[in-house]
Antibody
Framework: QLQLQESGPGLVKPSETLSLTCTVS??????????WGWIRQPPGKGLEWIGS???????YYNPSLKSRVTISVDTSKNQFSLKLSSVTAADTAVYYC?????????????WGQGTLVTVSS | DIQMTQSPSSLSASVGDRVTITCRAS??????LNWYQQKPGKAPKLLIY???SLQSGVPSRFSGSGSGTDFTLTISSLQPEDFATYYC?????????FGPGTKVDIK
């Protein structure tokens, strides 16, 4: 059964770069059926899609974050990563990674447990 | 980009009640609509995909309907474990977007 786990620093200083990694287990990140995505949720607020990546490296980003976001994949480690540059307090959120089933229809499942990243000096 | 709205933003209901949540897309998304349930401190859980298909393991009291721009999630008989926040999400565009959520709490 596919499982995802986020990892990375829980505290990032303003103007610096947030970096998170998602490790996929129970299956291959090179599966043709999945894209892989990042979604975030500020405290007490709703879900915001950040971006998605295919194992080939093809990416889609939220236009509102595109200038600051880079998502990459490392098939040798079965991992994909998120970098968000020039962070501010508004980037404080729980960050989730998720598998994006990608056939005729597509949906996010499964999800990682999420990791809280706080932006503060 | 496609904007998603939900109504109501919150509702209070009793165990056994029939609950309906509405989701609307800013343009037609065919049946590319998913529903998630989120409990406090937990990751979202997929309930319904492709507007009306029940995810494996999800109780049959949950159902989804709609196509085009208007969609509904129905809980036929609310159970104590169903008190949570529900989100719709469109997958018509590669730029995915979520609705703002509907919080279902105890009356």
């Amino acid at each position: 059964q596919l499982q995802l786990q986020e990892s990375g620093p829980g505290l990032v200083k303003p103007s610096e770069t947030l970096s998170l990694t998602c490790t996929v287990s129970g299956g291959s990140i090179s599966s043709s059926s999945y894209y892989w995505g990042w979604i975030r949720q500020p405290p007490g607020k709703g879900l915001e899609w950040i971006g998605s990546i295919y194992y080939s490296g093809s990416t889609y980003y939220n236009p509102s974050l595109k200038s600051r976001v880079t998502i990459s994949v490392d098939t040798s480690k079965n991992q994909f990563s998120l970098k968000l540059s020039s962070v501010t307090a508004a980037d404080t959120a729980v960050y989730y990674c998720a598998g994006l089933w990608f056939r005729d229809e597509n949906w996010f499942d499964p999800w990682g447990q999420g990791t809280l990243v706080t932006v503060s000096s | 980009d496609i904007q998603m709205t939900q109504s109501p933003s919150s509702l209070s209901a009793s165990v056994g009640d029939r609950v309906t949540i509405t989701c609307r897309a800013s343009q037609s998304i065919s049946s590319y609509l998913n529903w998630y349930q989120q409990k406090p401190g937990k990751a979202p859980k997929l309930l319904i995909y492709a507007a009306s298909s029940l995810q494996s393991g999800v109780p049959s009291r949950f159902s989804g309907s709609g196509s085009g721009t208007d969609f509904t999630l129905t809980i036929s008989s609310l159970q104590p474990e169903d008190f949570a926040t529900y989100y719709c999400q469109q997958s018509y565009s590669t730029h995915h977007s979520f609705g703002p959520g509907t919080k279902v709490d105890i009356k």
